[in-house]
């Protein structure tokens, strides 16, 4: 950091040169953190494997069906972060192929909601989709969108103890809006501005459960939704519930170059 004296261009120089200084100073942290994150997520599955291959190849313990249960679990989450990390480093380097077509958005949300209606059933939650017939086509991956889709209703669905999960879409100038409301626990107001970060978990959820949660679901999402030029926001009211609001540029003839 250099003292900013004057008010001219050297002053602006100065500051412009503070700013630099200080985003390469927080991209080398988060460079970190995340390394950190990745050691400590990839560490616990390894563990678990390392301790009953051992077992297993010195006789100390018996195969049984629960035991390769748990490590095929085991392998299942290592894959699931490997790929997750993939996704999230072609991304970064802009190389997130996508293959774009046309597509209805609502045909895409209730394509997501039939995925999801056994696991909303046994929960006793409500999951609806709403959308007009006529809703204008958007222009994206369908199978990346259905990712981002995915995450957002497994997400609906684990921090939903009743009520409700509407997944909705509507037309919004040149726009479209996909909208996942769910009526859960919410997300604290300190908690929401975090919640697209890399292996961030809120709170309650940090602990890794039995459905193993990477963290990276929503910075996936993010990524995957900024490379179709779309933004992904989220607002919440702790106890009432959340809504991720994607927003899309609708389908114009012409850009399907
Ligand atoms: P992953 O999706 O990688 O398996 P995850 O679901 O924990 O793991 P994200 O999808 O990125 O990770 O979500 C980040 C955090 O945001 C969650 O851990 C949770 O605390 C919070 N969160 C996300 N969606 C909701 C929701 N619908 N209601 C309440 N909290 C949510
Ligand atoms: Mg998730």
């Known amino acids: 950091q250099v003292e900013v004296r004057t ?9 412009s040169f503070n700013q630099m200084s200080h985003d390469l100073a927080d991209a080398s942290r988060q460079r970190k953190q995340m390394t950190a994150d990745i050691a400590h997520d990839l560490r616990t599955p390894l563990t ?33 972060l490997v790929e997750d990390l993939r996704t999230l480093s072609l991304a970064d380097a802009g190389e997130l192929t996508l293959n774009k077509r ?11 909601g039939l995925a999801y209606i056994m696991q909303a059933e046994e929960k006793g939650l409500q999951l609806r989709v ?26 609906a669905l684990r921090y939903t103890n009743s009520g409700e999960i509407l997944l909705s879409g509507t037309a919004v100038s040149d726009e ?38 990477s963290g990276l ?10 490379a179709h030029e779309g933004k992904i ?3 919440s009211t702790p106890g009432e519930g959340t809504t991720f609001i994607i927003t899309l540029p609708r389908y114009v003839r012409n850009n399907e170059s």
């Open 48 to 80: 678990v494997l390392r301790g009953y291959t051992e077992g297993l190849k010195k006789g100390s313990l018996p195969g049984s069906e629960k035991l390769f249960t748990i490590m095929h679990e085991e392998v299942i989450l290592l894959q699931h």
């Open 7 to 15: 008010k001219d261009e050297i002053g602006e120089l100065a500051t």
């Open 233 to 235: 926001t989220a607002v």
């Open 102 to 112: 046309a597509i209805d958005p609502k045909a895409l949300l209730e394509r997501t």
């Open 130 to 155: 709403e959308a007009p017939a006529n809703l204008p086509a958007i222009f994206v991956d369908g199978e990346r969108m259905t990712q981002v889709l995915n995450n957002l209703v497994s997400n």
């Open 176 to 213: 479209i809006e996909l909208r996942i409301t769910d009526s859960g626990v919410g997300i604290a107001a300190d908690e929401l501005p975090h919640i697209f970060n890399r292996f961030y978990r809120a709170d309650q959820s940090r602990h890794r459960t039995v459905d193993s949660t």
């Open 217 to 226: 679901g929503l910075a996936i999402a993010k990524a995957i939704v900024e």
